[in-house]
């Protein structure tokens, strides 16, 4: 008996009987249903957390520079060097952001209250700029005026902000706030834009254009506060991370100049026991009192140089034209010692604090012996990675007590700095699958009874066909086929009641102060189906009808042709 007539027969039943069967396929419809809106929302909820919430946030992956302990006010010198390093070497980066927030309190009209300003880099038809704009709709104000020197300062409050200053369109608000270099800085800002937030988070955030943020908190225009990276693959946000750790690994500190016409390098170094190696080498060397310049024998004779007096050395910055004039008093000369003959040793609170704001143009390692390498100071300071929030909120609180000039670097990804909201995430896709897979389970349930039900009723059916030859296989294939096909016709109306119901529950709005805005998009519930998803369900079905049907087909197949056709139902 060929396929086709096992098909004939199959599908001869299915419409034999209808009841039963329409029955049957809206349970199962019912079921593919629940799972591919549960599955949808599910995507969606991640990928709102992911790709929108976290993102913004916390970045997949963050770089923070922190100096004197000012973690709120991160601080990257040679943002062309660390951007270098990422273009270079990791891939799957989809773009790389400056991040500049500003806390401060903001004065409008009578009214006070404390907000943080974040500063966008915002472009007409950027990618970035339509992403900013999904999180907001603009009620009163043009999006242009953000982009375009018409309006000095401009800046983009929410809709209940703007309501706690008394303020309104085109009015002016006053922002006080501390900058990069620990002053207190004061700013007029024109009320550009008017927003109805789509997230409870963004409420307490003013937005203003990146360069006016940076000139306002004092940084240069080769400097940033921190980088975020965005990836195709928010997945691999840890091994990114580990990856970029390792590539910014910090080189010694130094800085290469001239003293009237001869050659010098200046280097920090720790004062304290980290010195004992110099103190044992130099007698009446004490590196815990070191004041100023520590230079060689050799090196103060060659420049008629004294303990007590000053040296001026002069270096090529990085980022500036003339050469710059450092002047440091001269604090010991020792001798014997483990200087070159051209070196300047200087404690590391002293060099940084010139260093950091004049970066010297030389970039190649420093050449000397090994004994001197390893007391000299590098560049920055690279904590260990973090595992889990907590050790990212101690690693914190470390920093903010680390008053070091040093810079002291981070690297973060979304799996440490925001775990809550990912664990949250994981809780919240768990509890929807586990609860359709439990609805899903029961139907199956109830749709193997109903098959069951089916062999006993058609008892003498199976004995007819055996009897003019069928054998037991076909038999199988033909209670097979008819599921199979009661299964997939079930899938196609369930998932098309599915995408019915996912649009109408997405056009229902909720209030603005609902706490579950987090997990929404625009006031609306999220949405996100995929033809995997779609897939995914077709499969888990057929698994489950199979499942269901195999045994049921057996014991009809086995029926002896005699004993079938004496049945009486």
Known sequence: MSLMTLITISFRNLFRQRRRNILLGVAMAFGVMVMTISFSFSRGLSDNLLNKIIRYVAGHVKISFVEQGRYMLPIIRDRAHVEQIISQNIIGVRHVDEVITAFGRVLGNGKADVAMVVGISLEAGKEETKEF?????????????????????????????????????????????????????TAIMTVAVIMKSQNMFMDFAMFTPMSDLKRIMGYQPYETGALQLTLDHPQTASKKADQLHRLLASEPAYIEGQIHSADVIVVPIQSGASMNRWVSISPGFDSDKVKGAVLGAELATKLKLKAGGKLIVSYQPKFESQLVQWELPIEQIVTPSLLAPNMILLKKEDFFAFYNYHLPQNDAPLKVSHDVLSTIQSKWILLKRSQTTTEATKRMQEIARNRSRQPVVDVASMYETASMVIKMESVLNGVTLLVSAILFFIIMIGVLNALRMTIIERTREIGTLRAIGMRKSMIRWVFMLEVLGLTFLSWCVGTLTAFIVMIGLSLIPFAPDNPLNMLMVHHHLYFLPSVLICLKTLGLILLFALATVILPARKASNLRPADALRHYN
Do not use: M, W
Not at 168 to 179: A, K, T, W, Y
């Open 133 to 185: 704009l999904d999180f907001f709709s603009i009620k009163e104000g043009r999006f242009e005026d953000l982009i375009t020197p018409k309006v000095t300062n401009p800046i983009a409050i929410c809709e209940q902000k703007a309501k706690d200053l008394h303020v309104r369109l085109g009015e002016q608000i006053r922002i006080r706030v501390s900058n990069v270099n620990g002053q207190t800085q």
